[in-house]
């Protein structure tokens, strides 16, 4: 026997649930907000985000009016959502109870959850890929009455099985049976486009913004997927993917906006932005007034994600933008690509504006796998170019935090590092940000799913 635990909703502190069941949205969180603040704490309910109202489950009724003959009327395809009633459980070898325990105070309907079935589990008993694999409601499988999509299969390792479950009951176990261990069935798996009817797979130069909820989020590699300017890009789905590009770099608060902006002066540079890290004073002359560096802002721990600050402005240039922010919540998160949220470059026409800081990357998952990119860096001030044109401060790093239960593989390149300060200032050039914070910690969204041990039918 072995278990996991596998998020079941997907609305955090952010997304409200469609099917109206409960709300969890924090306001502390929207766009232009004074920070991430620290008052959001582990506290938040658990509520349903579920918005999963597929009514393309029907199922096959295969009902046998003839008493007289061994023959019945089941045409089903195992690549539509149609119930297979047509079965000899005699056929099947080996039986697996399957059994979730929510955590959550309402039922979830039509649900898809992971099965991971790691090295406890014997692949050689099943087929080669998987294609006798069946899912029912019923111990005895008389009926396979559950769709399932098999993500991946590795003989040697762990496979991925979705299974869309009819009902999750609140506050308690729901049990299903998984079948396997039938030499020459045909696969019997849903399609993924029925199986995941509200998928997001990316064709490449798309722009996301906002809050969406998915059944499957992904990101196809060698695409780019931007994200849209002046707000926090919100992503739930029971199934996040990122093998290409997030790019949000120079898309959150514009010059001299934000809870850490960058200070404006009329005589020296101007001060970097602030999130994770302070930004920094701009360059100055004997005399001047330079801009003073953003302040850092939010928490480095709470469950919370905003925009980076924009750098300060003078009276020749703007201040570059601070970097976009991103929230992540799935059951399982993989991003072997990469995900950038940096500020931008100070304007350098005479007196330079301030770099924007870094901005934000949140992930919330039970079990998550990032061996790719994570950047949120600050950008760097503007260059005066010569003594009488002050430089301007950089831009402080922003924030990346990981919220999960099982880490299958944190191996990201993570960087945070602030903006160096532009050059120049008979007194001073422009002075470096600060670098900005990095943190790992407990997802709180937890719902643990149990492979039982194998049963010889």
């Not at 914070?437 to 719902?447: K, L, M, N, R, V």
Request: glycine content about 20%; charged content about 15%; aromatic content about 6%.
């Amino acid at each position: 026997m072995f278990k996991y635990t596998t998020s079941l909703m997907f609305c955090g502190m952010f997304l409200v649930s469609v099917l109206g069941i409960q709300s969890c949205v924090d306001t502390t969180f929207e766009p232009g907000s004074p920070s991430d603040s620290d008052s959001d704490t582990d506290a938040d309910t658990d509520t349903d985000s579920d918005t999963d109202s597929d009514t393309d489950s029907d199922t096959d009724s295969d009902t046998d009016s003839d008493t007289d003959s061994d023959t019945d009327s089941d045409t089903d395809s195992d690549t539509d959502s149609d119930t297979d009633t047509d079965t000899d459980i005699t056929d099947w070898t080996f039986r697996r109870d399957i059994t979730i325990t929510s955590v959550l105070t309402s039922a979830l309907t039509d649900h898809q959850v992971p099965v991971f079935l790691d090295s406890a589990f014997n692949h050689s008993n099943a087929e080669a890929n998987g294609e006798d694999i069946r899912f029912s409601t019923d111990i005895t499988g008389s009926v396979f009455d559950l769709e399932h999509y098999i993500e991946f299969w590795n003989d040697g390792g762990e496979s991925v099985i979705w299974v869309k479950i009819p009902t999750i009951a609140a506050s308690a176990d729901t049990t299903v049976y998984m079948f396997y261990g039938n030499a020459g069935e045909p696969d019997g798996q849903t399609v993924f486009a029925t199986m995941f009817p509200n998928a997001f797979v990316s064709a490449g130069g798309e722009t996301q913004t906002g809050t969406n909820i998915y059944d499957w989020f992904e990101v196809q590699s060698g695409h780019t997927v931007n994200v849209g300017t002046g707000q926090v890009l919100r992503v739930a789905a029971r199934n996040i993917i990122v093998a290409g590009t997030i790019l949000g770099n120079g898309t959150g608060n514009s010059s001299a906006a934000g809870p850490g902006s960058g200070g404006y002066s009329s005589n020296g540079g101007g001060g970097g932005g602030g999130y994770g890290g302070t930004g920094g004073q701009g360059g100055y002359d004997s005399g001047d007034s330079p801009g003073s560096g953003g302040s850092s802002n939010g928490s480095q721990t709470a469950l919370g994600i905003v925009l980076g600050s924009g750098g300060g402005a003078t009276d020749t240039s703007s201040g570059g933008a601070g970097g976009g922010a991103i929230w992540l919540e799935a059951s399982r998160i993989n991003v072997p690509g990469a995900i950038e949220m940096g500020g931008s470059i100070g304007g350098g026409s005479g007196r330079s504006g301030g770099g924007g800081s870094g901005g934000g990357i949140l992930m919330i998952s039970d079990r998550i796998e990032v061996s790719g990119t994570l950047t949120a860096t600050g950008g760097g001030g503007g260059a005066g170019g010569d003594s009488a044109n002050d430089g301007g401060g950089g831009g402080g790093g922003g924030r990346v935090k990981l919220f999960y239960d099982t880490d299958d593989n944190i191996t990201a390149t993570t960087s945070v590092s602030a903006g160096s300060g532009g050059c120049c200032g008979d007194s001073s050039s422009g002075a470096s940000g600060a670098i900005g914070t990095t943190h790992q910690g407990t997802s709180p969204f937890e719902t643990t799913v149990t492979v039982g041990s194998e049963t010889s039918i």
